[in-house]
């Protein structure tokens, strides 16, 4: 069973995510903010991690960088990064920092789904 970590502020849409991605069968990690989301990716092993980008004590960005700098790299999940920011140069600046993907809020499941299979399997 895959282990997927939901990293949002959000709380409502951080548990329904988890719920969602649980009943579509993965074990699912969650936690509100970067700082607590690094010391769950140590600790967890997790084959993918959903982060909002921005979010209070460690946005999304700066997760990222420091699993980059301070996690093996065969020990780094891949991240889709969520968010309600559309821009162009966010999205390209996600990719450029090594996301394996980019989502735009509000998304439906389905879409969460076909990426984390692309992602995965």
Known sequence: MKRILVIDDERALRETLVDILEISGFHTESASDGVIGFKM????????????????????????????????VEHQPPFIFVT???????????????????????????????SISKILF
């Open 41 to 72: 990716i140590q600790e967890l092993s997790a084959d993918l991690v959903i982060c909002d980008l921005n979010m209070p004590n460690l946005d999304g960005f700066g997760l990222l960088e420091k699993v980059q700098k301070e996690i093996a």
């Open 84 to 114: 309600a920011e559309a821009t162009s140069y966010t999205l390209k600046d996600a990719m450029n920092r090594g996301a394996a993907d980019y989502i735009l809020k509000p998304f439906d499941y389905k879409t969460i789904l076909e």
